[in-house]
């Protein structure tokens, strides 16, 4: 014998209507699809800044280990190169004087005189020309001596100088004074390079 069906007693109620002025919430099934468009969006941003962070930390040269050992090897090399750069530093031209007896010559005429020896170095990559009436001699008082050519038996010679190459002799100045420091210009109108007396 059958049994008649049973009656569910489960009641469906209608859902609670909102007030009118309340904004209903969006139905997921709806905007489900959005949702996930801008997931994808946002994901795809901070995948972007990962990624420019890798190609920025590659081009600085790797990880932190790499970057300190290049510059701990940066460090010892750096005493290495400090010679190599004084050498760029120095002058193109070096001018060295002391003071020295006047050796009179034939020529001069009495003893009246005063002779500094000079040494001319070229340190640039071209030549030079010297010759005594290219170096002046400055006294203690601020007075410049022009050199009084063939007086000294020790005159400072009229050369061409070829790079690292150095001439010496005597430039000497008319009457007696204490030399403070000799000038040499590069061709009278070029470089000027002094050079203390000692």
Known sequence: MDNPPR????????PPSLPEHATPLPHPARY???????????LGIVGLFVLIA?????ASGGDDNDSAATQGSAKQDQP????????QKK??????????????????QGDDYTSVKVTITNNS?????????YVTITDTDGSKHTA??????DQLDTVK?????????????KGAFDAKYVTYTDGLIGDSVRGDVS
Request: with cysteine; net charge negative.
């Open 7 to 14: 009656q569910s007693s489960i009641t469906w109620s209608q």
């Open 32 to 42: 489900g699809h959005a949702s996930t468009n801008r997931l994808r969006g946002c």
């Open 54 to 58: 890798v190609v920025a930390a590659v």
């Open 80 to 87: 290495e190169e400090e010679p190599a750069k004084k050498e």
């Open 91 to 108: 002058e193109p031209v070096t001018v060295t004087a002391k003071k020295t007896d006047f050796k009179k010559s034939i020529l001069a």
């Open 125 to 133: 990559k071209d030549d030079i020309d010297v010759n005594p009436l």
């Open 148 to 153: 009084e050519l063939g007086v000294d038996e």
């Open 161 to 173: 100088l070829a790079p690292g190459e150095d001439v010496t002799g005597t430039i000497t100045g």
